[in-house]
C-alpha cells in the first residue's frame, strides 16, 4: 500500500547488496500525451506489490485512467482494468484466504475492487453518482487493515458537485468490507481536500488519522469513524500523516505548503514539535531507525531533503538538489547501512547514506511530459522496493516522463 | 536555517477558525483596524507630523502582523485570481484567499491606495533604505546600480541553476529589469513619462502568469515567514538596494499589486487636489513626498499612496 504499511513510514527495510543500481527494464504505458491539469499525476501517488503464484506483481494507477498490472521482474503487461477518471491514488493489495485482491479508488468517485489475477472487477462501490456538475474527485490511497474475521478498507476521497443552488464540497472517509464492498460506515470530516487514511494501535485501541487542507488533522475512532480529537493549524496541512514513535510516545507527522512540520502526539493531538523547512511539504516523508532512535526524512520544495530526529524536531543534515522534491524517499537498506532512495524533480534519482545523507549512487531521469507544472497541486510518485521470490531486490520508480523505471543491483 | 527561525510566529492556531479551519478571522480584523486608523488619520489628521507619526507606527505594526503573527500570504492578486478559482471547488480556501482582496481592495476604494502608504511591508522597508541610506550624487548612483545588477545576476546564475530557471526565479528577474529601468531613468529623465508604463506591462504578466498556474514566490515572501525562496530573497535585496537611488523605484516602475490598487484607487471617494497644491516641485509642502521629488509628471498624480507628508486638501471638486 502506499507508504509500505499503514503508518506510511515509507520503510521498505528491504536489503540490496550493494548500491550499485542498474536499470532492468522500463515500461511507458503510451505514446498518447493526456494534458496537464490540477491534481493530476502521471502515475498514482506509488505502486504496490505483491506475490501472487509465484510471480511479483506490481500493481499501479495510471492518468491514463488505468490501473495496470506488471510482472515485477520483467516489466511486461499482464492486464489493464479502464476506470472512468485518472487513477492517482495508490492501490492496495490484500489477501481473503486463496483469493488476492487489489483496490483502487479512481477519481471517477468510484472505488473499484478488481481480482488481482486476472484484473476482473469483483465489486465496485459508486461513493457519488456522476452528474453534468461533478468534477473529479480527489482520491487518496486507501488502506486495508485486517481486524478479527474481516477485512476493513478505509477510503479517503473529496468531491464536489457545483451545482448552483446546492454546491457540495465533501471529503468522506469511508470504511468498508474489504472482500464484498459491504459500507460499515461513512463520515464526512471536511469541506475541503482530505489525505490518504494513516491507522495506529495505541495501548489497544485502533485509530484512524486523516489531515485536511483546510488545516484540521482528525483522529477517528477506526470502529466507527468517531471523532476522539482534532488539532487546527493556522496554515492547510498539506500531505498524508506518518505515524511513527519516540522515545516518550506515540506521534503524527505532517506537512504543510508553508514548509511547517508538525509532530503531534497521536493520543491527544498535543503539538509535540514543529519544524520549518524553507518551501511547501507535500509528502511526509520517510521514517527509518537508525542509531536506536527514529530519524525522519522528509521532502520540500526548497529543494532539500530534511533529515530530523523524530524525538527532537532537530535537523541531522539536509541533502540539496537542483529542484524541487515532491515525492516521498523510501528506506532500504544497503548492506547493513540504512539508506534512502529520493527521487527530485531536477530529473534526478538519489540514493543517499541515511547516516550522513552522502550520494552512494544518482541516476538520471527523464523529462516530465508538461512543459510546466502547477507547484504543490501535481501530484508526484513515490518509489518502491519489493523483493522477487528469489530474493532479488528491485527498486521500482515510476516517474513523471511517462515510464516506469525499475532498477536492480548488479 | 536558524537565521529563520527567528521569524517564528507567533500565532500557530487560529484566534478566529473560520468554519473550524486554518482561516483566522483575526488577520482580517487586525487589518480592517490598521486601514481604518490609515484611512481616519487621511481624512481627520491635522497637520503632516501627526499624519507622518501615525503612518510611522501603523507600519511598524503592520509590519510585525506580516513577519511575526500571521502565516499568511499577502500576494493580493494572486491569491485573489487563486482564490476565485476555487470558488465552487473549495469554498473555504475561497474565502480565505478572495477576503483578503476584497478587504483591502474596499478599502482601496473609498480612501484611496492606504494599502501601500500605510501597510505594505515591502514598500514600508524600501522607504527606510531610501531615507537612511540615500545615494544622490549621480556618480554613485550608477556605481551602486551596476554593483546591485552584476551582483544579483552572479546570484542567480551561478548559485542556483534550476530545471525551470524563469519559472523559479521570476520575481529576481523582475527586480534585476527593475535595475535596468531605473539606471534608464536616471541617464535621461525624459524617459520617465515612457518609463513609468512598464508596470502594467508587469501587471498584465503577473496576471497571466498566475492565471496559468505559475507559481512563483514574491519578494517579501521571505519575511512573512511563508517561501524561503532563494528568489524573494534575491529580489527583497535588490529591490532593496535601488530604493535608495530611486525612492519606492520598485513601487513606480514594476509592482503589479501596486499598480492594480492604484487603478482601483483612481475612483476612490477620497481624492487628492489636482497638481498645483501636492505636485509641485516649488511646493515646499512636497519635500516629504514618499515617492519623491519627481512631480512634473502628471501621471504621478494617481500614484499617491496617501502618506500625509504635504499638505494634500481632499476632494477637489475639479477632479
Known sequence: MFGVDPQHTQNSALVFPSSSFKLAWNFHAGDHIWSHTSRRSVWSSSGVAAEIDGTMRFFIGSYTNNVFCLEAETGKELWRFPSGGPVNAAPVFFRAGDKAFVIAVSSDRIIYCLDARTGEKVWSYEVYPWKFTVFEAVSTSPIVIVSGNTRQLIVSLWYADRKPLKNIQKGEVIALNAVDGTVSWRKTVSDSYIFSPAFAEIDGSRYLYISSSDGVMYCLAFLDGTQIWKFSSSVPLSSSPLITKTKARDVVIAGTPFGILYCLDAKNGKKVWEYKAGMNIVNTGCVCPIDGRNVLFVPSFDRFLHCIDVNTGTMLWRFETKKYIASSPIGIKIGDVFAVIVASLDNNLYCLDARSGKVLWQFSLGKRLWAFETRAETLWPSPIALSLSNKTPFLIVPWYDGSIYAFTVS | ?319
Open chain 2, 1 to 319: 536555517m536558524n537565521l529563520f527561525l527567528l521569524l517564528r510566529k507567533i500565532v500557530n492556531t487560529p484566534l478566529i477558525p473560520v468554519r473550524g479551519t486554518w482561516i483566522d478571522a483575526a488577520i482580517f480584523v487586525v487589518i480592517f483596524a490598521i486601514l481604518s486608523v490609515a484611512a481616519g488619520t487621511c481624512f481627520w489628521g491635522r497637520s503632516p507630523r501627526l499624519r507622518q507619526n501615525t503612518r510611522f507606527i501603523t507600519r511598524i505594526v503592520s509590519l510585525c502582523v506580516f513577519a511575526f503573527m500571521f502565516f499568511r500570504c499577502i500576494c493580493l492578486l494572486k491569491t485573489s485570481v487563486v482564490g476565485m478559482t476555487q470558488i465552487g471547488w473549495d469554498d473555504v480556501a475561497a474565502f480565505g484567499n478572495f477576503f483578503l482582496f476584497v478587504l483591502i481592495g474596499s478599502f482601496v476604494l473609498v480612501a484611496g491606495n492606504i494599502y501601500c502608504g500605510w501597510m505594505c511591508p515591502l514598500g514600508f522597508l524600501q522607504e527606510i533604505s531610501a531615507r537612511l541610506f540615500p545615494v544622490k550624487t549621480k556618480r554613485f548612483r550608477f556605481l551602486l546600480l551596476g554593483i546591485i545588477f552584476v551582483f544579483g545576476s552572479v546570484l542567480l546564475f551561478l548559485f542556483r541553476p534550476a530545471n525551470d530557471f524563469f519559472t523559479e526565479n521570476i520575481i529576481a528577474l523582475w527586480s534585476l529589469a527593475l535595475v535596468i529601468v531605473v539606471t534608464a531613468v536616471l541617464l535621461n529623465p525624459a524617459w520617465e513619462r515612457v518609463l513609468l508604463k512598464t508596470k502594467y506591462a508587469f501587471l498584465v504578466l503577473y496576471i497571466l502568469l498566475t492565471g496559468a498556474g505559475v507559481w512563483f514566490s514574491e519578494a517579501w515572501c521571505w519575511l512573512t515567514g511563508n517561501d524561503i525562496d532563494y528568489s524573494s530573497i534575491v529580489g527583497f535585496c535588490v529591490i532593496f538596494l535601488v530604493s535608495s537611488v530611486i525612492p519606492l523605484a520598485w513601487c513606480r516602475y514594476v509592482c503589479p499589486t501596486g499598480t492594480f490598487l492604484f487603478f482601483l484607487g483612481r475612483k476612490s471617494i477620497v481624492k487628492i487636489k489636482e497638481p498645483g497644491s501636492c505636485f509641485s516641485m516649488e511646493n515646499t509642502a512636497c519635500k516629504g513626498c514618499c515617492m519623491g521629488e519627481r512631480s512634473r509628471i502628471p501621471a504621478f498624480r494617481f500614484m499617491c499612496v496617501r502618506c500625509g507628508s504635504c499638505n494634500y486638501e481632499l476632494n477637489d471638486k475639479k477632479n
